[in-house]
């Protein structure tokens, strides 16, 4: 299991149930990770999305306590039967994608996050753990620095050497 996620400066992530920054190659990046893939998210991050629906081309899991089921995307009620549905696919083609706190929860589960690091303070209101500090993460990868509408960002990679089964009891 990988996660991905874009932080600014302060490792913020988001304001107003929203992204901080809209970069156009930050969104491809992030199409080209995902696309046919697993995408896992909390309920807040599925309402983010235009209209409440779920990212196309990909298997939308939410972990939604207390969520009706829907048609266009999983639902699961609890850790335990997100651990149960996530045993249905190949563990390198699941991603973690948001939010905060649901990020928190997994960080210890996933094998690698795939961050792009923008180089600008959004103003956060919640945030990703800041890796650079964390004692289990080494950043294993760090792309040319690229410009968009005067930001500069880079994609980088994160990789935990100290992995947690996720098997929830």
């Given at each position: 299991m990988k996660s991905i996620v874009a932080v600014d400066t302060?490792?913020?992530?988001?304001?107003?149930?929203?992204?901080?920054?809209?970069?156009?190659?930050?969104?491809?990046?992030?199409r080209e990770k995902t696309s046919g893939k697993i995408?896992?998210?909390?309920?807040?991050?599925?309402?983010?999305?235009?209209?409440?629906?779920?990212?196309?081309?990909?298997?939308?899991?939410?972990?939604?306590?207390?969520?009706?089921?829907?048609?266009?995307?999983?639902?699961?009620?609890?850790?335990?039967?997100?651990?149960?549905?996530?045993?249905?696919?190949?563990?390198?083609?699941?991603?973690?994608?948001?939010?905060?706190?649901?990020?928190?929860?997994?960080?210890?589960?996933?094998?690698?996050?795939?961050?792009?690091?923008?180089?600008?303070?959004?103003?956060?209101?919640?945030?990703?753990?800041?890796?650079?500090?964390?004692?289990?993460?080494?950043?294993?990868?760090?792309?040319?620095?690229?410009?968009?509408?005067?930001?500069?960002?880079?994609?980088?990679?994160?990789?935990?050497?100290?992995?947690?089964?996720?098997?929830?009891?």
């Amino acid at each position: 299991m990988k996660s991905i996620v874009a932080v600014d400066t302060e490792w913020g992530i988001g304001k107003n149930n929203d992204l901080l920054f809209s970069l156009k190659g930050d969104m491809r990046y992030f199409r080209e990770k995902t696309s046919g893939k697993i995408v896992v998210m909390g309920s807040n991050t599925l309402k983010s999305f235009p209209g409440g629906n779920p990212l196309k081309n990909r298997v939308n899991i939410v972990l939604y306590p207390g969520g009706e089921p829907r048609e266009d995307c999983i639902i699961v009620q609890s850790l335990e039967e997100l651990a149960e549905e996530l045993k249905k696919y190949p563990s390198d083609d699941i991603f973690v994608i948001g939010g905060a706190m649901f990020y928190h929860t997994m960080l210890p589960y996933v094998t690698d996050v795939y961050v792009t690091k923008v180089n600008a303070n959004g103003g956060a209101q919640v945030f990703f753990d800041n890796l650079d500090e964390h004692p289990a993460f080494t950043m294993v990868e760090e792309g040319e620095e690229q410009e968009e509408n005067g930001i500069t960002y880079r994609f980088t990679r994160y990789h935990n050497g100290e992995v947690k089964p996720f098997l929830c009891k």
